[in-house]
């Protein structure tokens, strides 16, 4: 399902879909951070997992992430960097809200 939730939200094999959450997600990341988003940004992480479908592969599942996958890595990485917790709006956050159907914390 997380996948599919991935790809609802815009970011496919062939693309991020025009006028979707993954095109406004893009296009805000791109103008906070001077005109480009960043490879390990959310929009890049749920872009390359949704081209290849491995969102649930990688450890962000319904029930939440998955013990010693790549997404708990990632997430301990964020935390580590963080002091401690992992922010709202950040890439392991997002990615896993999108991937279980949620907005990736955006209103």
Do not use: C, Y
């Amino acid at each position: 399902m997380s996948d599919q939730n991935v790809h609802k939200a815009g970011f496919t094999s062939s693309g991020i879909t025009k006028g979707s959450l993954a095109s406004s997600m893009m296009s805000h990341e791109a103008k906070v951070s001077g005109g480009g988003v960043h490879s390990g940004g959310p929009t890049a992480t749920l872009q390359e997992m949704g081209a290849k479908g491995s969102t649930h592969s990688s450890g962000f599942t319904s029930s939440g992430i998955s013990r010693g996958s790549q997404a708990s890595q990632m997430m301990s990485q964020e935390a580590r960097s963080h002091g401690g917790g992992t922010p709202r709006g950040g890439t392991t956050s997002t990615v896993q809200s999108i991937s279980t159907g949620g907005k990736g914390g955006r209103r």
